[in-house]
């Protein structure tokens, strides 16, 4: 079955520093990939999405990118702000004709001053 | 911009009772969706509701859970009879269309406590 492995955390930065999520997949067709992030008190919301190999998504300075040869979305921001203090969640959505998203367990970020 | 809200933001329940979670999907979205995630674990998938019916449901969402969307602006989530293992906090999402690369709008969720 469809499956979303992503690093668990919780995770603390200072300010400034580079941040990596790793998320890998599987899934029995060709997926679309999303990173969702929830701020602390908020629903989930999307950050950004890819929908074919190579793809790059980006939003808020955060980028990833779909690679299918490692079946891979990793997040990414060169310097984080405390702003970015939320839980960030790795999905996909696989079948054309099924919309269900299928979720990483998420990662806390904290980030301090 | 237009979003998605959910009520009650929480909710304590007694093993056995009946709880519906209501939902406000974005106003011209026609696709809703329910999920859940149990406290530590993943965000689980429950139910999808396209044109006043079910489209895709879960092994999790069996005859103790039903949708419905009552008039044209909620959709509510019904537990018949709660157990203890549906504690969780259930999330509510909404898109204008369907299919894979179609992005989602979350609520807030509900956190349901049952004791």
């Known amino acids: 079955g469809n499956s979303v492995t992503q690093m668990e955390g919780p995770v603390t930065l200072s300010e400034e520093a580079f941040l990596t999520i790793n998320c890998t997949y599987t899934?029995?067709?060709?997926?679309?990939l999303f990173w969702y992030v929830q701020y602390p008190g908020e629903g989930l919301q999307l950050l950004l999405k890819a929908t074919k190999a190579d793809d790059k998504g980006s939003n808020k300075g955060f980028e990833a990118t779909y690679r299918k040869e490692t079946t891979s979305f990793h997040l990414e921001k060169g310097s984080v702000q405390v702003s970015d203090s939320a839980v960030y969640f790795c999905?996909?959505?696989?079948?054309?004709?099924?919309?269900?998203?299928?979720f990483g367990k998420g990662m806390k970020l904290t980030v301090n001053p | 911009e237009p979003e998605v809200t959910q009520t009650p933001s929480h909710q304590v329940t007694q093993m056995g009772q009946e709880v519906i979670l209501r939902c406000v999907p974005i106003?011209?979205?026609?696709?809703f969706y329910w999920y859940r995630q149990i406290l530590g674990q993943k965000v689980e998938f429950l139910v999808s509701?396209?044109?006043?019916?079910?489209?895709?449901k879960s092994e999790i969402f069996d005859d103790q859970f039903s949708v419905e969307r009552p008039d044209g602006s909620n959709f509510t989530l019904k537990i018949r009879s709660t157990k203890l293992e549906d504690s969780a906090m259930y999330f509510c999402?909404?898109?204008?269309?369907?299919?894979?690369?179609?992005?989602?709008?979350f609520g807030p969720g509900t956190r349901l406590l049952v004791l």
């Open positions: 899934a029995t067709g060709y997926p679309s």
């Open positions: 106003s011209n979205h026609l696709y």
């Open positions: 999402a909404s898109s204008y269309k369907g299919g894979k690369g179609e992005t989602q709008y």
């Open positions: 999905a996909l959505s696989d079948w054309y004709g099924s919309e269900k998203l299928v």
């Open positions: 509701f396209y044109n006043n019916e079910i489209s895709e």
